[in-house]
């Protein structure tokens, strides 16, 4: 497996590349199950699968989050050579924002709802990291989960808004055997938040309204930020202590 920590030496790399499809997963590392089959989707469909491992300050609206954000880069890449990928991204924010964050990819409607409304600029930052790290690889697909429903749905709009050559592929949510949604988050939960967190998931699913649900999630302790049905999904953010959960249902 390549590692590639400088953006030069990547676009060499790129340059000389011949096989295709290539897949594309982008992280933020801290990697578990659930970005694992995000790069096994990619393994089964593409030639080479390249994953990039970088913690986007820009996405951050809260700075202590983001210094709290796991980071084990020795780690995930011994997940990933021993996945099989094909080489591995691990930029440093001065060469991804080399223009000091002058440029960026503003989207004015859905981005501004739901968790954008709770965190401003977060999907300002997530949509300029992905447009710049899509410009990098150039894959033919790039892979993204459910879980972050409204990041996926941004994504794909800016993908089209901007003609971009790239097949955006979706996957399904990895849970925990209570239901819990995989993430990286999870691990900054304590013993007694983490047997609540499990209600999450199942509250979205049982409650027949967003009222119910609500009104559940609080009785149960978690600080409710929102619980929206939008077309056949219903998703919600709450936040147990310091930590924020997301997560999503069909209805
Ligand atoms: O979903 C994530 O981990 C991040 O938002 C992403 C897509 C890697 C952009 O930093």
Redesign the pocket.
Known sequence: MKIFKSIDDWKIYRAGLQESPLGFV???GALHPGHLSLVEASLARDVVTVV?V?I?PK?FDDKADFEAYPADDGKDVEILEKAGVAAVLLPDTAQIYADDYRFKVSEAEFSRRLCGAHRPGHFDG?LT??MRLLNLVRPDNAY??EK?YQ?LQLIHDMVSAFFMPVNIVACKTVREADGLAMSSRNQRLNSRQRALAAGFYATLKSSRTVTEASQTLADLGFSVDYVEDIANRRLAAVQLGNTRLIDNVEI
């Open positions: 982008p992280t933020m990039s970088f986007n996405q997530v990291v992905v993204f989960g972050d990041q």
